[in-house]
């Protein structure tokens, strides 16, 4: 691990500023120049001088990065645009085809929109997730141009393509590209964008790295922190980079607001036009909507257009179950529940949680009847249960993986005999942070007479019907109310969620990657 350095950056004779490096002095004067930029959010096109001592303390043009040595000096230099006059050319070829309009300053501006949308009716979010294979967006003429020289000559004779030009160009293009799906990537998720890097561009790996990867991953890193303070100066609405910005002296990067379980629109920005005080009037009249009996179309249309005002409320004040409750109650509509989980991820929760449970179940019985130990014989009685169709196959697996990954059912799933006295249940409700109850004897061969999943507390849903849809919805509350999950179950919900809804299955623990790996066996 890198020894954490800090420097003494010099912007003018009244300006001096303390650079903390947690991870040590970059390893190259692209990196530190990009680590500056983020930092104190200054524009590009400027040079570093360095304090040299055996002179007396006099600055130097920046050459190596072996000059910057922790607590020393540097002097940040802007270098003067290059002004050029250009004519302008009358003559026009005929032969070159009409643009339909377009012009090349429409162009730069449609350069600069981040989350804008086809048309006007369309949401102000995110509507893709992050791909499984990262694309490489196009890159301006010269860049490509110069790109395509260096794949060549690397084909040819292996050399690597080492521009600071080139490097500036992409990095912009890259943080473009990745700011349409997140603003804050995971490690993951910038392996994932240098991977196809290189894979596409062999000629941008880098000399003395083992995988030819670990600059760029650094430069990435540094550039979508110039790149969201580069956002936030354009003044426009940006709410998951506001959040954040109060904190960014104080806080660890922990303690940050930002998605944690692959939330596409985590923060997304009020539509176009409106502003808190009219979403605000719109929530009101939903209050008065849900009242109303088969009314489910204006619902869902209000509950997407108050999507983004109902996610600061969530997100920046964390209120409490019952409050969200009584502002948002058709949230707690199944069909709302699974509607924000769509908004918040842009995909469906049902049916993918469904589609993925019933290819890998086959597999699963194999592996559960094949598990030993405490867990295999509290899989026993679930399995014989089973084969005698006294339980849903769909129930039975869900539990069966719950002890599979060393983990309490009794932690998610309190089971109540029919003649259980509501006493016992409301007490039981009190005592809950998130509980599946099943009520009936569901063991003896009878369906459960209700399911209610309880949050913090309070029932939240009842009228379920089975363990796997209580378990499906429960998901959809968690990213609807911003939720943690328990940390005794954590293995099943990342199961969950990375194995059953494939969100940020780029990475799992290594308890859930074995299974994975046995479901590809």
């Not at 600059?215 to 790149?227: A, D, F, L, T």
Request: hydrophobic letters at 35%; proline letters at 6%; glycine letters at 6%.
């Amino acid at each position: 691990m890198s020894t954490p350095a800090k420097l003494r950056i010099i912007f003018d004779d009244h300006t001096v500023h303390k650079l903390l490096l947690p991870s040590g002095i970059p390893s190259s004067i692209q990196d530190l120049k990009l680590v500056i930029q983020s930092t104190f959010s200054i524009p590009d096109g400027f040079t570093l001088m360095y304090q040299d001592m055996e002179f007396g303390g006099q600055f130097f043009t920046l050459a190596s990065i072996e000059d910057v040595q922790d607590m020393g000096s540097l002097k940040v230099v802007q270098v003067e645009p290059v002004i050029v006059n250009l004519s302008a050319v009358e003559e026009k070829d005929d032969n070159l085809p009409e643009s339909d309009g377009l012009s090349f300053t429409s162009l730069a501006s449609q350069d600069t929109i981040l989350l804008s949308s086809s048309s006007d009716e369309s949401p102000s979010y995110r509507s893709q997730p992050w791909p499984r294979q990262f694309e490489i967006p196009p890159f301006s003429f010269d860049t490509q141009l110069m790109l395509d020289a260096g794949n060549r000559a690397y084909h040819s004779n292996g050399t690597l393509l080492n521009n600071p030009k080139v490097t500036s160009s992409v990095l912009e293009k890259l943080a473009e590209r990745i700011f349409q799906y997140t603003a804050y990537p995971t490690g993951i998720q910038v392996i994932n964008v240098v991977e196809a890097l290189v894979e596409k561009y062999p000629c941008l790996k880098e000399p003395g790295s083992f995988n030819g990867m670990y600059g760029w991953q650094q430069r990435i890193k540094y550039k979508m922190g110039n790149y969201r303070a580069k956002v936030r100066g354009l003044q426009i609405a940006c709410p998951e980079l506001e959040v954040n910005s109060s904190r960014k002296m104080t806080s660890s990067p922990k303690g940050l607001k930002r998605p944690k379980k692959a939330e596409v629109n985590y923060l997304p920005p009020l539509p176009l036009g409106e502003t808190k005080e009219t979403m605000e009037e719109e929530r009101v009249v939903l209050l008065t909507e849900v009242k109303k009996t088969n009314n489910n179309k204006i619902i869902r249309e209000k509950m997407e257009k108050t999507f983004p005002y109902r996610r600061l409320e969530v997100v920046n004040q964390m209120p409490a179950v019952p409050g969200v409750m009584e502002r948002w109650p058709a949230l707690f509509y199944e069909s709302q529940v699974k509607e924000e989980f769509k908004r918040i991820t842009t995909i469906h929760l049902d049916r993918t949680f469904l589609t993925k449970m019933d290819f890998y179940t086959p597999k699963l019985l194999t592996i559960f009847k094949s598990k030993g130990g405490t867990a295999g014989a509290k899989m026993k009685s679930v399995l014989e249960s089973l084969s005698q169709q006294q339980i849903d196959s769909r129930d039975a697996v869900i539990r069966c993986l719950i002890h599979f990954l060393g983990e309490s059912t009794e932690e998610l799933i309190k089971d109540y005999q029919q003649d259980v006295s509501k006493d016992v249940i409301e007490q039981d409700i009190k005592n809950s942070v998130i509980k599946i109850l099943v009520l009936g004897n569901a063991a003896e061969g009878a369906p459960p007479t209700d399911v209610i999943i309880v949050i913090d507390g309070t029932e939240v849903l009842g009228g379920c019907k089975t363990l796997t849809n209580a378990c499906i919805l429960l998901m959809g509350f968690v990213y609807s109310l911003n939720l943690s999950y328990p940390p005794k179950l954590k293995y099943t919900f990342e199961v969950f969620q990375k194995l059953l809804l494939e969100l940020d299955d780029l990475k799992f623990s290594a308890k859930v990657d074995s299974l994975r790996r046995k479901l590809l066996m």
